[in-house]
Structure formats: structure tokens, C-alpha cells
């Protein structure tokens, strides 16, 4: 392999613009045996599958700026980037900055941002053909900083990447920023009970009697994943996301069709967790399954039943993850009442880069300030979790 030949490094309007195969060998290499890939958020048919239904793209805030790096016309690495005109949909947040920016004179938007659009769930965001991980990253940082400094954008920002990315990407100039979440670690557990073993015994009694309110609810819960999802519950379910996208962030994020989309693209990647009371389902949960980790992303219910929340989106998840040998489950951003129900805080890490120097000065001071703070508090917060003593000293 010839490492010192030029790269070439091109800016794609959307995923029409690359096949299949050539960006998975770049994002899912380990899944080219049909196997499941480590992370389903940056294949090829999820990322296109926000494009087609029109979940992003013009007038979203969420425009596509796809970034391919070439070297002797192979493809060597990509990255799912976008010019974004608004902070939401992202999960780490930056309104301060852009305040702070404007109020300066400034213009904070547009900016470019290296994501999964609406996915606080970690994962490679400079995605590489194995051995070209160096050499890849290194391409598409530089092709994404010239691209934010040619066109006069205050700032790019690498948002939900690994903790590996996060150190090289600090190595090579940009900031790094590390915030928190909430996951469940799967202590290779034969079951649901031995995984309340591991609980204080207050904690494990609250537990049992939360799983027993909330299966009172009068119904059945029903795990589906692949052919088992049929084209009506993609209709309870967009009932179900439309109540919570209201009530969370004003109108929802993907639209109708991309529940359709999903349903033939996408649904061997997916896990449905849905409750049916009296003939029709009243509340649901959806899950990414991943090769090694279960991410839950979304609920929504059209009846309130004490406790289905936890039972739905958090036990279900759990016992889904040690029937399937999964090791982790990511519940999502935020929502320290995870904590109760065995999900630990763990770090979460972004990188930024910053065109006006006095700027980014600022913004670094603050970065290493918060970094401290949120160290303390998983400390914090793992000392007040829900496991035995002797469990939490093992988990440090």
C-alpha cells in the first residue's frame, strides 16, 4: 500500500451519490459476511433511509455534506457529515456557544457537523477501510476543516464518536469535549435475576415490584424484531413517536415515511418492544440491535399504565440484551432516573474545531472545566447506584 500517494477527498449532496457496498466497506467492513454490523446508525441504508424519507435535508436543518477520501481511486474512508443551520436534533449541546457567538457579532450557523442525525448513540463517525484508520481520519479532518474554513463557517463538530477518535482528534488539534449518558453492562448474566443479584437489596425489591405494577397493565408485551414487524405497527408506533416528538421537541424529527422506509430496509435492525392492551397496541419502545450492543432510541405510549415506561424501554432492554449475548445497552441521552434501574453514567465524547482563534480559546477553557465536572459526577453517581458495594468496587 503506497500511504504517501495523494488523497482525494470529495463533498457528496447525499447517499445517492456512493453504492452500498462501497461506503459499508468503509463503515461496516466486519458485516461483509452478512453478519450485523457493530454499529447500524452509519450503514449505508440507515443514513439513506433518513435522506429518502426527507427526515433530513433541505428546509430540516440537516443538509447532507457526505465527505469520500480516495487514494489511487480507492475508496479509503467516509464520513456522514452536514451543514446544519439550527443545534437540534444532536444531543450534545452547543446553544450557549452559539449565543455567545452571535452576541459577539458573529454568525454561528451554518456549521458542519460529523453525526448520525438524532442518535446520541457513540460510534465511529470517521468511518475506514481497515488499515487506512490513520491516514483516513487524518484525510477527513482535513478535507472537513477546509471545507468549513473555504466557505466561511464558524465551526465543524464530530459529535458521539469513540473515545479513540476522541484522543486522536485531540492529537491532531481539535477540541475535545467529554459529556455523559446512562448504560446497562451485561456482567455475562444467564438471567434477569442474576443481574438483580448484583443490586442492593432495596434496589432490587423496587425493581420487582416496578416490572410487577407495570405488567398489570392488562395486556401483553410482545418483542419483535425482522419479519415479525408487520406494516401496522409501524402505524401504532408513529402514534406513539408523534405524541413524544410533541411533547419533547415541538414536532417530530423523521417523518411518516421513514417508518415505511424502515419496514423494508431496515427491519432486521430493528426491535420493537409493544404493549397491546384490548385488542390495540397503547404504548412502545424501538431499539437498534447492534453486533454487541442494544441502543434504545425511541417511546411513546397513547395510554398511561404505572411503570410500562421502565418495563418497555429499560427491563425489556435488559432481558432482550442477556438472551441475546449482547454486552451493552445504551438507553439514550440524559434521565438520571436510569441510575434506579441499573443503567451506569459513562462518558460520551466530541470533537470541534472553531475558526476564530479568540473564540476557540474560550470555548477550550470551558471544555477542560466541564471535562472535571462531569468526571466528578459519573463518580458521583456510580457511588450512588443501585449495585452492592463489592459489585460497584469491581465495576471501578
Known amino acids: 500500500m503506497d500511504t504517501d500517494s495523494l488523497i482525494e477527498i470529495a463533498v457528496l449532496p447525499g447517499l445517492d451519490e456512493i453504492p452500498a457496498e462501497e461506503w459499508d466497506a468503509c463503515a461496516c467492513p ?15 441504508r ?16 440537516w443538509e447532507p455534506r457526505h465527505l469520500a477520501a480516495r487514494q489511487n481511486g480507492e475508496l479509503i474512508a467516509v464520513a456522514p457529515l452536514y451543514a446544519k443551520s439550527n443545534s437540534q436534533g444532536e444531543y450534545i449541546f452547543d446553544f450557549s456557544w452559539a449565543h455567545a457567538y452571535e452576541n459577539a457579532g458573529g454568525q454561528y450557523y ?60 485531540d492529537e491532531i488539534g481539535l477540541m475535545r469535549r467529554t459529556t455523559q449518558q446512562y448504560h446497562w453492562e451485561n456482567r455475562d448474566y444467564p438471567d434477569f435475576d ?9 434496589k432490587r425489591k423496587t425493581i420487582r415490584k416496578e416490572r410487577q405494577r407495570a405488567n398489570a397493565f392488562g395486556g401483553e408485551i410482545h418483542l419483535l424484531t425482522g419479519d415479525e ?13 408523534q405524541d ?45 440491535i447492534g453486533r454487541d450492543v442494544l441502543f ?62 479568540g473564540f476557540a480559546r474560550a470555548v477550550e477553557q470551558f471544555l477542560t472545566q466541564e471535562r472535571r465536572a462531569v468526571e466528578e459526577d459519573i463518580e458521583v453517581l456510580t457511588a450512588y447506584g443501585p449495585f452492592r458495594k463489592e459489585q460497584r468496587e469491581e465495576q471501578d
Open 296 to 357: 434504545g432510541r425511541y417511546w411513546g405510549c397513547i395510554e398511561h399504565h404505572d411503570f410500562l415506561h421502565f418495563e418497555t424501554c429499560y427491563y425489556r432492554a435488559i432481558d432482550y440484551a442477556i438472551e441475546n449475548g449482547l454486552a451493552r445497552v445504551e438507553a439514550g441521552a440524559q434521565g438520571e432516573h436510569k441510575l434506579a434501574r441499573g443503567y451506569l453514567p459513562s462518558e460520551c465524547h466530541s470533537l470541534h474545531w472553531i475558526g476564530d482563534r
Open 229 to 241: 414487524i408487520e406494516p401496522q405497527h409501524w402505524d401504532s408506533f408513529w402514534r406513539f413517536y
Open 244 to 288: 413524544t416528538g410533541a411533547r419533547k421537541w415541538g414536532s417530530p424529527y423523521l417523518t411518516r415515511a421513514f417508518f415505511e422506509i424502515a419496514h423494508e430496509v431496515l427491519r432486521d435492525d430493528i426491535l420493537l418492544v409493544m404493549c397491546e392492551r384490548e385488542g390495540r397496541d397503547v404504548a412502545g419502545a424501538l431499539n437498534m
Open 30 to 44: 466486519e458485516a461483509a459476511d452478512g453478519g450485523r454490523p457493530i454499529d447500524p446508525f452509519t450503514t449505508h
Open 110 to 169: 451554518p456549521k458542519l457537523q460529523i453525526a448520525v442525525p438524532f442518535t446520541p448513540a457513540t460510534g465511529r463517525r470517521f468511518l475506514t477501510r481497515p488499515g487506512h484508520e490513520a491516514a483516513g481520519m487524518s484525510a477527513l479532518v482535513q478535507g472537513a476543516v477546509k471545507l468549513a474554513a473555504d466557505n466561511g463557517l464558524s465551526s465543524l463538530h464530530v459529535t458521539f464518536c469513540t473515545e479513540a477518535e476522541a484522543i486522536a482528534g
Open 46 to 61: 440507515f443514513l439513506k433511509a433518513l435522506e429518502d424519507s426527507r427526515s433530513v435535508g433541505r428546509g430540516t436543518g
Open 194 to 202: 442474576a443481574f438483580l443479584a448484583d443490586l442492593s437489596s432495596r
